[in-house]
């Protein structure tokens, strides 16, 4: 699986942009790049997806390099109940792992008032 | 509401008796998967199911086994738990695509003594 590589801690103020970087320098030409995030004691929930366009969605925006080989979350606005661990992550596009979330160690993201 | 359902929440349970986690979608999804997650190691995938009565390991197989007799339900069974299968365990599902987002369970935490 392609890997993906994170920051391990960023923060923030509230109300400040959040931009967090991904690099997936071995990506392939079909991957899917993936945003879930973990809030304290919950389950990931999918934040954004895309592919080479950059992407917007209600909760934050996917910006995707030209070269596929990194890509950044952004947050406009953070708010504390932002704070959390965001996941980048790689999704094949077909076979039998196309279902598969491979997970890195992830992002943890901490939201000053 | 859309969502995937786990029972039980919390589980503490002794060496070697057999016990069952349930999972259920309510999406009509093809795709089912277990992860555990570790302090240090993330998410990894233990089983996955593409549809009705196809199953496959994943990352970490080993000790557990699963069953999908119908779609909406995708348990994991731990026929003789140890306690390195002590573990915050997840259960999700998705549509049969790498196009579309994975819902997560709220998760089990499971502690086997």
């Known amino acids: 699986d392609a890997k993906t590589t994170q920051p391990n801690s960023m923060e923030s103020n509230e109300e400040e942009p959040v931009h967090l970087p991904c690099n997936h320098s071995?990506?392939?030409?079909?991957?899917?790049i993936h945003w879930y995030r973990q809030l304290p004691s919950q389950g990931p929930e999918y934040v954004i997806h895309?592919?080479?366009s950059n992407v917007n969605n209600r909760m934050a925006s996917l910006a995707i390099a030209e070269d596929r080989k990194s890509s950044t979350l952004i947050l406009h606005r953070a708010t504390l109940r932002d704070a959390a661990v965001y996941y980048c992550?790689?999704?094949?596009?077909?076979?039998?792992?196309?279902?598969?979330?491979?997970f890195g160690q992830g992002t943890i993201l901490t939201v000053h008032p | 509401e859309a969502q995937v359902t786990q029972n039980p929440r919390y589980l503490i349970t002794v060496t070697g008796k057999k016990l069952t986690v349930t999972c259920s979608q309510n999406?009509?999804?093809?795709?089912m998967s277990w992860y555990r997650q570790d302090p240090g190691l993330g998410l990894r995938q233990i089983y996955y199911?593409?549809?009705?009565?196809?199953?496959d390991k994943g990352d970490v197989p080993e000790g557990y086994k699963v069953s999908r007799k119908e779609k909406r339900n995708f348990p994991l069974i731990l026929e003789s738990p140890s306690p390195n299968q002590t573990s915050l365990y997840f259960c999700?599902?998705?549509?049969?695509?790498?196009?579309?987002?994975?819902?997560f369970g709220q998760g089990t935490r499971l502690t086997v003594v």
């Open positions: 999406m009509n999804h093809e795709y």
């Open positions: 999700a599902s998705s549509l049969g695509t790498s196009l579309t987002e994975a819902f």
């Open positions: 895309g592919l080479t």
């Open positions: 992550i790689l999704r094949a596009a077909g076979g039998t792992s196309y279902g598969k979330l491979t």
């Open positions: 199911s593409m549809n009705v009565e196809v199953t």
């Open positions: 071995t990506i392939s030409g079909t991957d899917y």
